[in-house]
């Protein structure tokens, strides 16, 4: 693996960072998850389509540059590098979008990409059903033919930012007598259809963009399936293979964090610039886990651009992001000592972190994934 870059990558990096630098909106937004935060969420995303940043890699037809995934990398460590927000159309962008250029048919990509990209259709995602929340395949909710479509009828629930959006792609169960994978459809479905029910709750942390949502006989047309009728888990295995591998969580993310946590821990020294031994010891090891897997990632993208598919090393990926997030916010908190109750950014990343376990599929799942899959262990 070639660790350097051309010089059109690097001029590409330049003309990122430029950019980033003149327009990262300045204070910091609000959260992302609350009403007033989403807005203004909204027009920083507007403005990054506006200038062809909002989606490097895909073609220009569909509102990007044809940048490779090398240089959708560079953007993203450009991106957090400045402190640029959250992207509240990431479950479109990073887990949608990749399983319609994979799926989707020539019509659906037209209808639905450009306006993913220039945040006019906010998507979120329904996975999760009560009864059914790590466990995909034990989900209930079902789609029943109808004249021209298809009649859907269920809850999903845990649907972030599902208050705020105006569409949700999920897994419906189109053959009554199926079990487990069998028998799933993927859909795709406007939120002010008659016969949807969005209903908004809080978090602890105050934000409000979580959502339940009910269906009750919600008519969708023939084009609202993804992929095809009865092959919803194989579709739904893609998007969760973006989800857990390479497009939710880029390792740019991950070395800005670290940036500010070396950063943190060198202000936090004694008068003789002396760090805690122990303190010091957890930030190298956050600063050693954050580059392995910035490395671990060119590996994958190095495969990818070979041509291999995603595959069972997205289980992998993910549990290393998630625990290393908690590992990296764990240690600042520390390093904060008494004062890190009152430091908003470092405690809400925090909580934010713990989430990372259980989103995207329970790490405890991923564990088993990668055990069987990986390892060829026999099923517990």
Known sequence: MDLTWSRADEDFRAGARSWLEANVPRPALPSGDTSEGFARHL??????????????????????????????????????????????????????????????TPEQQQRILPRMAAAEDLWCQGWSEPGAGSDLAGITSRAEPVDGGWALTGQKIWTTRGAFCTHLFGLFRTDPDSTRHRGL????????????????????????????????????????VLG?????????????????????RSPGRFSAVVTRLVDLARRSADPGGHPDPLLADQVVRGWMEAEAYRLFTLQAVTALAGGARPGAESSLNKIWWSELDIHLHETALALRGDAAELDDAWMRGFEFSLSGPIYAGTNEIQRNIAAERLLGLPRS
């Open 43 to 104: 027009e920083w995303e507007r403005h990054l389509f506006e200038n062809r940043w909002s989606v490097v890699s895909w073609p220009e037809e569909y509102g990007g540059r044809g940048a490779s995934l090398w240089q959708w990398l560079i953007f993203e460590e450009e991106y957090y590098r400045a402190g640029a927000p959250q992207r509240v159309t990431q479950n479109g962008i990073f887990l949608l979008a990749p399983t319609v250029f994979e799926f989707g």
């Open 185 to 224: 459809t993927y859909f795709l479905v406007p939120l002010d259809a008659p016969g949807v029910t969005v209903r908004g709750f809080g978090r602890l942390d105050g934000d409000e963009g979580f959502a339940e949502v009910f269906f009750d006989g919600v008519v969708v047309a023939e084009e609202a």
């Open 228 to 248: 095809g009728v009865g092959q919803g888990w194989s579709v739904a295995m893609a998007t969760t293979g973006s989800e857990r591998g390479l497009t939710l």
